[in-house]
Each structure stands twice: as structure tokens, then as C-alpha cells.
């Protein structure tokens, strides 16, 4: 069974993908790579799993020693959506991880720019392309290197940050003010913890097989089972609520100045180059449903009403 690692092995993405995976291979084969590895659970530390101290800042040299003797590796994406500094981090670990001898990639990209193109109107997916573009010159100039893409679908749990940080809780907001009037092309939304077991089922496929594997130096998109227009989206965010919830189409600057889009964002300046993420979504980047999280599954995903539900009924206890 080869060496599989999780780099970095934190966040919602990382933690669901290593605890689906670790009922699937063996734990003492697994690397979690994290910036602070004495917070990772005690459960699997007591399974054995080896833990490594690495995060996207770390010079090259530490990465590649994170990633040392490493046969196949989970690269999640740095939290950022400002193109050519995620970029400037990213590169340098894909980098380190193939000097460091590792053989196979999955690489977390984003589910713009569906089902597989290479050109984006939004300024977080510019870094996920560039990091495609990266591995594939990797395995061109190595034939013993492979990867695997995984664009994964916009998580049910992110509706906040595309409906200027809606609180479903606070019953003083009616309003959703953002760049685009709600209607169609959309969003085929999809469960991080289901897009997690997924990214999962794909690495141990390879680990038990990888000359089997069908996804080698290919690109696989997870979405979920249908496309949901941001209209429909703040419907159902209504119904949720039991008030009524309206999109009101802004400017750009109007939208990048609201109090909760600055705060969450530090200021307006990023507030509006994430405001690119409407224009992708109106061209139709986030709206191709795709059937390869339900066969990886091997089940039905669950549907984005059920999960916000859900989420909201949580929120009240």
C-alpha cells in the first residue's frame, strides 16, 4: 500500500477527507501534514497515523521534508481568493512535493470554469487553473508523475459568502444586496463532507490500484444532483427563515462597502475583486451538473434544501 499524505490536513475539506479515508486504508500509511499536527483528533492518533509539521508558508526545503517519502498526495488549496498570491504559495508546494519523490497528486480545485475549462471570469478560480496548468507540465516533463484534479462543487455550507454573509438567524435582514439579479445560469451546489468522502473514494482507488485508476492526469468535476439559480437559492433561504428574503441587484462598490461583506472580507478593495465570482456565475461557470460525486458516492447526494435545513434547524439549539 503506497504512503498516502493530506497537506494541509485541517479545515472542513481536510478533516472529512482524512476520516472517510482513514476506514478505507490502512492509518500507519497516512501522512497528516498541518500547521499545528498536536490539534489533530487523539482518535487517530491513536490509529497510528503519522503526523508532520508543514504549512504553505514554509520555505521549500521544509515542504519538500514534509512530503518526504510520500508516494501519493491530497493537495488542499490555500484559503484565498486573491489570484497571484494563492498562486505564489501553491506552486512551490507542487514543487516540493515532486522533487520530494511523490508520485500522484489530487489537487483541490474549484468547481468554476465547469465541466473542464481552462479560462475563468472569477478571480478565485485563477489560482486553481494556474496550478493545473502546473501539474500537467509536471507529467509532461516526468512520465513517472500523475495527478488528478478535483474541482470541487461550491459547498451548500458557502451560500453565506454568495448572499453578502445572509445571517438566516437575525430577522432584521430582507435584503441581499449583490452584483446580479438572481436569475439562471446558477449553481449546482454540493455537501463538503460529502465532497470529502468523494475526494476520498478517488484516493484509494489509486492507493489500491493505481494502474487501474481511471481518473490519471484527468480532471473530474463534483457537483451536486441540479442546479439551484441564486434566486431559487435565496427562495429556498426564505422558506428556511420563515421571512421573506429579495435580492436587490447592486453595484459593485455598493456591495464591496456593507459593513458584514468588509468585515468579513478586511476591506472593500478584496471585497471587489471577489465580486468576479457573479460574473462567472451569470457566464454560467458554476451551472454543469455532473453525475461523478453520485457514482463516487454510490449514492444520491444529499440535496441542498435538505442541508441547509439542517444547518438552520443546528443554528436554533
Do not use: C
Amino acid at each position: 500500500m503506497p504512503t498516502i499524505g493530506i497537506f494541509p490536513a485541517s479545515g472542513g475539506l481536510g478533516n472529512s477527507t482524512y476520516t472517510h479515508l482513514l476506514n478505507k486504508v490502512s492509518p500507519s500509511n497516512t501522512v497528516l501534514i498541518s500547521r499545528h499536527p498536536d490539534k489533530t483528533p487523539q482518535i487517530y492518533k491513536d490509529q497510528g497515523v503519522q503526523l508532520r509539521q508543514a504549512s504553505y508558508e514554509a520555505s521549500p526545503a521544509e515542504l519538500e521534508a514534509a512530503f518526504k517519502d510520500i508516494d501519493v498526495l491530497f493537495l488542499i488549496s490555500y484559503p484565498s481568493h486573491v489570484h497571484e498570491y494563492r498562486t505564489s504559495l501553491q506552486i512551490p508546494a507542487l514543487d516540493a512535493a515532486h522533487r520530494a519523490g511523490v508520485k500522484h497528486i489530487f489537487y483541490s480545485s474549484l468547481a468554476f470554469a465547469l465541466p473542464d475549462k481552462d479560462a475563468t471570469l472569477a478571480e478565485v478560480m485563477g489560482a486553481h487553473l494556474d496550478s493545473e496548468a502546473h501539474l500537467r507540465k509536471l507529467a509532461a516533463q516526468d512520465p513517472g508523475f500523475s495527478w488528478t484534479v478535483i474541482r470541487e462543487g461550491l459547498y451548500h455550507e458557502s451560500f453565506p459568502i454568495y448572499t453578502a454573509f445572509l445571517d438566516l438567524n437575525d430577522p432584521t435582514t430582507t435584503e441581499i444586496r449583490i452584483p446580479h439579479d438572481g436569475s439562471g445560469p446558477g449553481i449546482s451546489w454540493a455537501k463538503r463532507d460529502e465532497l470529502g468522502e468523494a475526494s476520498a473514494n478517488l484516493i484509494a482507488q489509486y492507493a489500491q490500484d493505481p494502474a487501474a485508476f481511471s481518473w490519471k492526469n484527468r480532471l473530474v468535476a463534483l457537483t451536486g444532483p441540479r442546479e439551484w439559480s441564486l434566486a431559487d437559492t435565496v427562495q429556498l433561504l426564505s422558506t428556511v427563515a420563515g421571512r421573506e428574503l429579495q435580492i436587490r441587484e447592486v453595484t459593485v462598490d455598493e456591495y464591496a462597502t456593507q459593513p458584514q461583506v468588509t468585515a468579513k472580507f478586511g476591506g472593500s478593495p478584496l471585497a471587489q475583486t471577489w465580486a468576479t465570482a457573479w460574473d462567472a456565475i451569470r457566464a454560467g461557470e458554476t451551472s454543469h451538473v455532473s453525475s461523478s460525486l453520485e457514482q463516487l458516492l454510490g449514492r444520491r447526494p444529499e440535496e441542498f434544501d435538505v442541508t441547509i435545513k439542517n444547518l438552520y434547524q443546528a443554528g436554533k439549539k
